[in-house]
């Protein structure tokens, strides 16, 4: 049994999902999001998502953490916004002493959708069939996490059939 623990990183907005993967078989245990009021102080913004991250990792015991990749931004300052978010994700990892995988958006896109430039509509809908859930996550940014977790399970698998002996 795998257990990881998928990071959809922002400031405003972390999604986050765990999800095991118990014999190839993938099953959800938790989503949701982490929301930070934008009239708080920018450092006490980045102390909250610490502190919440840190409770999800003692909660759940996740054997790893997949992290989307800081992607291209138009506006700079969203960008190191996000960056810095970013950072206290990998700092709450580090802390609890998980090993850290970050994907791009499109590596999330094609190892669940199967299409490096699939809609967040597909990916959204392929997270559900393969959680075998009722309805995609909600928000987004919670369904954007369990993709980045289903992405690290399916290429951890991959990874470990590779280095099997032969």
Same mark, same amino acid.
């Given at each position: 049994?795998?257990?990881t623990?998928?990071?959809d990183?922002g400031? !405003?907005?972390? +999604?986050?999902? #765990?999800?095991?993967?118990?014999h190839?078989?993938?099953?959800?245990?938790?989503? =949701?999001?982490? $929301?930070?009021?934008?009239?708080?102080?920018f450092?006490?913004r980045l102390?909250a998502?610490?502190?919440?991250?840190?409770?999800l990792?003692?909660t759940?015991?996740?054997d790893d953490?997949a992290?989307?990749?800081l992607?291209?931004?138009?506006?700079?300052?969203?960008?190191?916004?996000?960056?810095?978010?970013r950072?206290v994700?990998?700092?709450?990892? !580090?802390?609890? +002493?998980?090993? #850290?995988?970050?994907?791009?958006?499109?590596?999330v896109?094609?190892?669940?959708? =199967?299409?490096? $430039?699939?809609?967040?509509?597909?990916?959204?809908e392929?997270?559900?069939?393969?959680?075998?859930?009722?309805?995609?996550?909600k928000p987004?940014?919670?369904?954007?996490?369990?993709?980045?977790?289903?992405c690290?399970?399916?290429s951890?698998?991959m990874?470990?059939?590779?280095?099997?002996?032969?």
């Amino acid at each position: 049994m795998r257990v990881t623990l998928g990071i959809d990183p922002g400031t !405003a907005t972390v +999604g986050y999902a #765990v999800v095991v993967e118990d014999h190839s078989v993938l099953r959800l245990l938790a989503c =949701g999001v982490i $929301s930070t009021p934008s009239t708080q102080e920018f450092p006490q913004r980045l102390r909250a998502i610490f502190h919440e991250l840190s409770v999800l990792i003692a909660t759940h015991h996740p054997d790893d953490v997949a992290v989307e990749e800081l992607f291209f931004a138009r506006n700079a300052r969203t960008a190191i916004a996000v960056g810095q978010g970013r950072g206290v994700v990998l700092l709450a990892a !580090a802390e609890a +002493g998980l090993e #850290v995988c970050e994907y791009t958006p499109m590596q999330v896109k094609q190892a669940v959708q =199967g299409y490096g $430039s699939a809609t967040k509509h597909q990916v959204g809908e392929m997270v559900k069939l393969l959680l075998k859930l009722s309805e995609v996550p909600k928000p987004d940014d919670a369904a954007d996490a369990a993709a980045i977790a289903i992405c690290h399970l399916h290429s951890s698998r991959m990874a470990r059939v590779h280095t099997l002996p032969q």
